[in-house]
């Protein structure tokens, strides 16, 4: 379960990126956050990985606080970060290994989940080679089993489909429907609606630092139901951009 609770961050020079976010993911639920560009998606999910530290509000990873117990919450999550940038001079290989050491991952336990994961993103050849040799797609996925290898309860994924290749983006959305089928969370953001309408049992849309919707794709139609994602999106930030805020 993620809980954000009057979340706000105003960057130095002054740029109030998240304003006032309050809003629940449930465990057992998947959640798409959606957005234009510079609305603050990534500014938000940086404060819930704690990595970056909110100016003012908190935010609650499965009941652990993220300011007052790093550990706890960094136990149970998986990130993904926007940017793949990963330690170029190490093998895949080696920079699993290192990661899995981190989270005290055993070894029996990381080399079924290895072969397993590096199976599903067909990554198993690649893996003995250095990073800096990877595609940005493959980075991406070196990335997304790393992140994956301690089970970690809450997935919290920035743009994670961006350079998978077809269908390494459908393991990606099957994996991600069956963790919350086991009961566990996953948050993403994207700017690939048609993923968000299909895949996501709620949808928020954050717009210049506010929550301007959140619901499931039926209450955010408000009753219009033939409306796709698209619509709807186009709608409210072209509302807000009028300055006519629409919740
Ligand atoms: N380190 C920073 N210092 C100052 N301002 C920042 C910083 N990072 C982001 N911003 C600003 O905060 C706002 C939100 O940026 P953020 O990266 O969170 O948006 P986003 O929704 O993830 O956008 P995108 O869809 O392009 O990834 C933007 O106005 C951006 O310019
Ligand atoms: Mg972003």
Redesign the pocket.
Known sequence: MIELMEVT?V???G?K??DNLNFSVNSGELFGFI????????????MMVGLLEPTSGSVKIDGYDVKTNPLDVKKRIAYVP?DPNVYEKLTGLEYLNFIADVYNVPSTVRKERMERLLNVFEMTSSVGSLIESYSHGMRQKIILIGALLHDPSVWIL??PMVGLDPRAAFELKTMMREHCEQGHTVFF?T?VLEVAEKLCDRIGI?DK?HLIACGTLDELRHGQQNESLEQLFLQLTDATAEGTESE
């Open positions: 961050k960057y130095k020079g740029v990126a998240v957005g234009p560009n510079g609305a603050g998606k990534t500014t938000t999910i940086k926007d920035d743009e953001s700017h954050i630092g």
